[in-house]
């Protein structure tokens, strides 16, 4: 009767623990698609309090209702969500996602928080997030992008919507 108490409580407080997941919540931008509630995040990241010239961001997914934190396989980092440096300087990166290489972001500080910022039709915007339509029945193709985000002059919230 102990031990089964026992199993009961440490797998009471496993679950518990495993629900306590900490995820960082001052993302540069994230990634969601329609095939399910995971998604990528896109974080900053620092070396010495600096932007690091060679990785300025750092994308990992976020599954299972926010349980579970992983990095990107291989392919995924070379095929779609891996992060390309196009150029960089002090406090600011230039880059792009593996799979729309048109999308510039320029990753910098602004008001005291690290944004990824994209040009979208004459508008500066800072990116908050991008949204992937997945074509139906095998959800291997996009139908369409949807990119998130806030006009840097006007605060105004902005959508522009991006098909191949």
Not at 122 to 146: R, S
Request: net charge positive.
């Amino acid at each position: 009767m102990k031990q089964t108490i026992l199993c009961t409580l440490l797998c009471s407080l496993f679950c518990l623990a495993a629900k306590g997941v900490t995820i960082p919540r001052d993302h540069v931008f994230i990634f969601e698609r329609s095939t399910n509630s995971n998604y990528v995040c896109y974080d900053v990241n620092l070396e010495k309090g600096q932007l690091s010239q060679k990785e300025p961001l750092k994308a990992y997914w976020v599954l299972g209702g926010e349980t579970r934190i992983e990095n990107l396989t291989f392919l995924e980092r070379k095929v779609a969500f891996g992060v390309k440096v196009v150029s960089t300087k002090e406090s600011e990166a230039v880059v792009h996602l593996t799979a729309y290489k048109a999308l510039r972001i320029r990753v910098c500080k602004r008001e005291g928080k690290w944004v990824g910022i994209v040009n979208l039709n004459g508008h500066e915007i800072v990116l908050q997030k991008m949204f992937a339509q997945m074509k139906p029945p095998i959800n291997a193709k996009c139908e369409y992008v949807e990119i998130f985000g806030t006009d840097l002059k006007t605060g105004e919230k902005r959508k522009e919507r991006i098909t191949q």
